[in-house]
């Protein structure tokens, strides 16, 4: 059963651009969730997604940052017009359900520089 | 909202050596706590972690943690480490329900042998 996947794993823009982070999920798992780390932080929840459904996003930015989980295909979470205070590694994790008692598994991760 | 101290964002430790990384959480009713570990270039993995029931649990490579309710703290122990612990441990919270974890800022471990 491979782990949780992300892609790329890292990930250079410019100011301006936007960037797209996937996750594809463990196999059986509905829950998605995404945090931010930024360099000497801890990591910080963004947005907890299930399938076709935003769950809750009040971690998430207000402007420019937005995510979603189709019914087919991989969790994304863009960034659109990144600034360099975007910068830092974005974890995707997922697990089974929604309770406390199903693990949240963690992929590597995706390193977004913004020069 | 809950918090999460690690006091200590480094601790060197020579091999076989006893280790202690401190966790302390804001206080609240209900809370589940959780001890991740990110070896370099790595996601994060869980280590262990409290729910209800016995307040110490154990992992299976050697690590436990107590919950302690009255100091609000889930410290994590080994009484004998290994060079193949390096790595940055983070504790975390939750509160009752489909609340997001919060993390700690982390506590990097270095090894030496």
């Known amino acids: 059963n491979a782990g949780v996947m992300q892609n790329p794993r890292h990930l250079v823009r410019r100011r301006g651009q936007e960037a797209r982070l996937r996750c594809s999920p463990m196999?059986?798992?509905?829950?998605v969730y995404w945090y931010r780390q930024l360099p000497e932080e801890g990591l910080k929840f963004m947005v907890y997604?299930?399938?076709?459904?935003?769950?809750?996003e009040s971690g998430m930015p207000k402007e420019r940052f937005s995510a979603e989980f189709p019914k087919e295909g991989p969790s994304i979470l863009r960034i659109q017009q990144v600034v360099r205070g975007d910068s830092a590694a974005y974890f995707c994790?997922?697990?089974?359900?929604?309770?406390?008692?199903?693990?949240?598994?963690f992929g590597p991760g995706t390193r977004l520089t913004v020069l | 909202a809950q918090s999460v101290t690690q006091l200590d964002s480094q601790v060197p430790v020579f091999e076989e050596a006893p280790v202690e990384l401190r966790c302390n959480y804001s206080?609240?009713?209900?809370?589940?706590l959780f001890w991740y570990v990110q070896y370099p270039n790595q996601g994060l993995q869980l280590l262990l972690k409290?729910?209800?029931?016995?307040?110490l649990v154990e992992s299976i490579n050697g690590f436990e943690a107590e919950f302690n309710k009255s100091q609000t703290s889930f410290h994590l122990r080994k009484p004998s480490v290994h060079i193949s612990d390096t790595a940055e441990y983070f504790c975390?919270?939750?509160?009752?329900?489909?609340?997001?974890?919060?993390f700690g800022k982390g506590t990097r471990l270095s090894v030496i042998a």
């Open positions: 196999k059986g798992h509905s829950h």
């Open positions: 206080s609240s009713v209900s809370v589940y």
């Open positions: 994790a997922s697990s089974p359900g929604g309770s406390l008692r199903d693990t949240q598994y």
């Open positions: 975390a919270v939750s509160s009752s329900g489909n609340t997001p974890l919060v």
């Open positions: 997604l299930q399938k076709e459904n935003i769950i809750d």
């Open positions: 409290y729910l209800s029931g016995s307040t």
